[in-house]
C-alpha cells in the first residue's frame, strides 16, 4: 500500500483490510493511486477525461 500511495497509506488502518482492498484496486484498474481520486471533486472527472 505504502508503495503505490503513500498519501493512502498513512490514512488507512492496517487492519482495514476492506479500503486496503479497493485501494489497490483503483490503483491496478485505473494506474492511479486511490488518494488521487479522492482529491477530484464528484461529477468533475468522467473515465475518459482523466
Known sequence: MAANDPAAGTRIKPRDHQRIT?????????????????????????????
Open 22 to 50: 479497493r485501494a489497490l484496486e483503483v490503483y491496478r484498474l485505473t494506474g492511479r493511486p486511490i488518494s488521487a481520486w479522492q482529491g477530484i471533486p464528484a461529477g468533475m472527472c468522467s473515465r475518459s477525461a482523466c
